[in-house]
């Protein structure tokens, strides 16, 4: 690939009829992105391209971005803000279902793919585009979501991924980039991050065994913060509205603000191994500071203001949810049916939970709701209770057990 007389020798078949094509193209501006660009160019297709936000760019870096895709011979850029509707849309209801993944992961590039697609699809409805494409590698998870929701959402449009179908190494990349006079930072961190508002991933060296640890400049956010802080989380039927004094107009501020005040205590850091969609296992790092407070708060929450069999339904279908979630099915629509419950549960999740903030960790100190079950006036458990007497225990104790009760004395009446 180092001459532009080769560039054809890379183009599977049937990519040549792309020759005038309207194609979508999902655009960061990294490696990848800019290739594809670049090779749909040598394609004489008109290219639209599109950076999805759900949380993990400045102003200024989307503005470089832009920039980046102009340079490079896009017809059109553009940049959606998705942060808000990331959160309607998915985030809401992970914290409603307090859905963490291998009882690790927050999901945070899960979701926020999935929001990319929904968009980048949405966009090439709108241009009424023949084709729509990706920079995803044929090694990963993203590849799945990006093109599931693509066959789903606009059945018929064609989807092209030029780095998985050419299967090429970061090394051809490079050298097909610069044949072209692309300037661009070629070099490759050592660390691999992706921020979102639901978290940021981290993957390195220490990430593709199953033993090591990630250092801490490896870490987006360093620890900075010794002094223990208080703060209190209000919620407002299961969403986050206030932090300590200052309320919010839209729950992702709150979010945001969270993890600003957080974040330098280097809480939430860990790594997560999980099962991929395509079979294999995988290891990242991630830091989520404000989603690991914010699910372990809301599940406090939620102990003291719904009754058991909520609580444990909600348990089995957020683990369900959580599973079918990383794997992309979204738009299943059992996915809306378990929605409506969670949604359902959360009409008295509202309150107050208290947290401490610590260097690495954070404990919650307890909860205030006006619906909170554990009411001193029935009782104090362990102590008193004014709910009932002896009398009634004694009672329904006999009740409670009598099938356990006859479950055994026909056994041992039958020697078994």
Known sequence: MSNSNQSFSFIPTGESELKGAKIVLGFSGGLDTTFCVKYFQELEAEIHSIIVNTGGFSKEELEKIEAHAYKLGVK???????????????????????????????????????????????????????????????????????????????????????????????????????????????????????????????????????????????????????????????????????????????????????????????????????????????????????PMIILKAHHALEKHVLTKWQLNWKDQLALFYGNWLHEGQILDPVMRDIEGFFASTQEHVSGKAFVQLLPYRFQIAGIESPYDLMSSKFGKYGEMNSGFTGEDVRGFSRIFGNQVGIYNQVKEEAGK
């Open 76 to 290: 059109t850029h553009t940049t959606i803000d998705a942060v808000n509707s990331y959160y309607d849309r998915i985030i809401k209801y992970l914290i409603f279902g307090n859905v963490l993944k291998n009882n690790t992961y927050p999901l945070s590039v899960s979701a926020e793919r999935l929001v990319q697609a929904l968009h980048i699809a949405d966009h090439a409805k709108a241009l009424n585009a023949d084709a729509v494409a990706h920079g995803s590698t044929g090694a990963g998870n993203d590849q799945v979501r990006f093109d599931m929701v693509f066959h789903i959402n606009i059945p018929g449009v064609r989807i092209i991924t030029p780095i998985r179908d050419l299967k090429l190494s970061r090394e051809q990349e490079i050298e097909y980039l610069k044949a072209r006079g692309v300037e661009m930072n070629f070099e490759k961190a050592a660390y691999s991050i992706n921020k979102g508002l639901w978290g940021t991933s981290v993957g390195g060296r220490e990430t593709l065994n199953s033993h090591g640890v990630l250092p801490e400049e490896a870490w987006p956010t360093q620890a900075t913060a010794i002094e223990p802080q208080n703060v209190e989380l209000i919620f407002t039927k299961g969403e986050l509205t206030g932090v300590n004094d200052k309320t919010f107009n839209h729950p992702a501020e709150a979010i945001q603000y969270l993890q600003s005040i957080a974040g330098p205590y280097g809480i939430g850091r860990d790594i997560h191994v999980g099962d991929t969609i395509i079979g294999i296992k995988g290891r990242v790092g991630f830091e989520a500071a404000a």
